[in-house]
């Protein structure tokens, strides 16, 4: 599968993703859903850091992602049992996820 990474420079390019991890979630587990004001949004675990480093638990109402204020970070119930990670070919770990700039948790 192919997706969107950074190059060392921040340029977006497409890679392979090389590792897909899964981690069983707790009954009780919730994450964020995360909306800018441009329409972007992701749900993703507390705990998944953004490209920056940040960690979307953090993440409050009036911060800036990517160039978009948010307007929304709602911690809502996870229905699945199973998280998911994956880890692109090239330098950064980073990855677009429903446009909204993710590190991996994943190593080589």
Known sequence: MTVWTADERGVPVAA????VGDMTAPADHSVVHL???DGREVYASPGHPLADGRLLGSI???DSV???AV???ERV???SGTTFDLLPAGPTGTYWADGIPLA???RR
């Open 35 to 37: 909306v800018l004001a």
């Open 60 to 62: 409050a109402v009036g």
């Open 104 to 106: 991996s948790t994943l």
């Open 16 to 19: 392979m993703v090389t590792l």
């Open 71 to 73: 307007t929304s970070a």
């Open 66 to 68: 990517d160039g978009a």
């Open 77 to 79: 119930p996870y229905p």
